[in-house]
């Protein structure tokens, strides 16, 4: 229970760090910016936002894992919500928001790959329009989390499977837990489909905005001077800007919410036969997840240069620098 109280008190101080951080760069985008325009504008906002809410959730959901050999207990340590079915659609929620969060950088390299590239198209998502491109993560989200309430309920197997485990190391029912068992293999190494198909699904769900970023990356990274042409010094400058801040979002990421997570999902996949024995309290790796969203708006406000500026002039009382870039 250490590991829990621990990651606990790391994910208060996160999600305290992570509303300042936000609401600074909220304020500062949406009143004293003028570089950041429409529908980046409203991405990053809205990006902002769901930082601040997804570490809110974990605080609320309290979700925590243990893998056990070949399997993964995701439960809520959540005691003051008083419907076992409600806690389990949080911890579900924040699941499908952990997603959400990896889909919507993909979708800011793609916004960013279409201004580049293909200037027509992307003012086809100005607007009212460019609710398509902030709505769009949400599906892939809300997809897992439906995918984890079909398959992943716990059963009478689950139950007894797990029994011994939750009153050792957690002093707690198995049968009033409100959690989602995920164990792959039968005791004689056949593959339970369920289980093994929602350890694919958030493998690929996690993974497949990775190859958007990588591939939209590459390609702006070795086309940059030639596309930045068809643009005035200013807006060079600009675009290059928004390119780095992508690449240092795209860290942050990586760092807090994939590497995390990767043990977490693919340690059920080992096959029991190979008798690999673990016994590991994960979930206190949930706690690095909320670093993520500080970091990346840090980033953004360091790379883009008008932020710095609007600060030092604005509010650290330095004279105002004319010249944005």
Not at 19 to 26: D, G, H, P, R
Not at 132 to 147: D, E, K, N, S
């Amino acid at each position: 229970m250490i590991s829990y109280e621990l990651s606990n008190a790391i994910t208060h101080i996160g999600f305290f760090i992570s509303f300042i951080v936000n609401f600074i760069l909220i304020y500062l985008t949406m009143f004293h910016i003028k570089k950041v325009t429409g529908t980046y504008k409203h991405m990053v906002v809205i990006f902002s936002l769901s930082g601040i809410l997804f570490t809110a959730m974990e605080i609320v959901a309290r979700p925590f894992s243990h893998n056990l050999n070949s399997s993964l207990l995701y439960f809520s340590f959540n005691n003051w919500v008083q419907s076992k079915e409600f806690r389990t659609f949080l911890i579900a929620s924040w699941a499908g928001f952990y997603i959400q969060i990896v889909s919507f950088v993909a979708v800011q390299f793609v916004y960013r790959y279409i201004c580049l590239f293909d200037g027509k198209l992307a003012k086809k998502f100005a607007g009212a329009k460019s609710i398509l491109l902030i709505l769009f993560p949400w599906f892939p989200g809300a997809f897992y989390l439906v995918m984890l309430h079909l398959l992943c309920l716990p059963d009478e197997f689950s139950n007894e499977f797990f029994r011994s485990l939750t009153t050792e190391k957690y002093q707690l029912e198995v049968n009033e837990l409100p959690s989602l068992p995920i164990i792959p293999y039968t005791p004689d190494g056949q593959i339970r489909m369920n289980s093994f198909m929602i350890l694919i699904l958030g493998g690929f769900l996690t993974s497949s905005p990775y190859f958007v970023m990588v591939y939209c990356g590459f390609k702006m990274h070795f086309n940059m001077k030639k596309e930045l042409a068809k643009f005035s010094a200013c807006h060079q400058k600009l675009q290059l800007q928004f390119f780095k801040a992508l690449i240092a979002q795209s860290i942050g990421p990586t760092l807090f919410l994939v590497l995390p997570i990767a043990p977490i999902l693919l340690t059920p996949l080992i096959p029991p036969q190979l008798g690999i024995f673990i016994d590991w309290q994960t979930g206190w790796l949930f706690s690095m997840i909320g670093a993520y969203s500080p970091f990346d708006s840090i980033a953004f406000m360091v790379i883009v240069t008008e932020y710095k500026n609007v600060i030092k002039s604005s509010f650290l009382g330095e004279k105002k620098i004319v010249r944005w870039l």
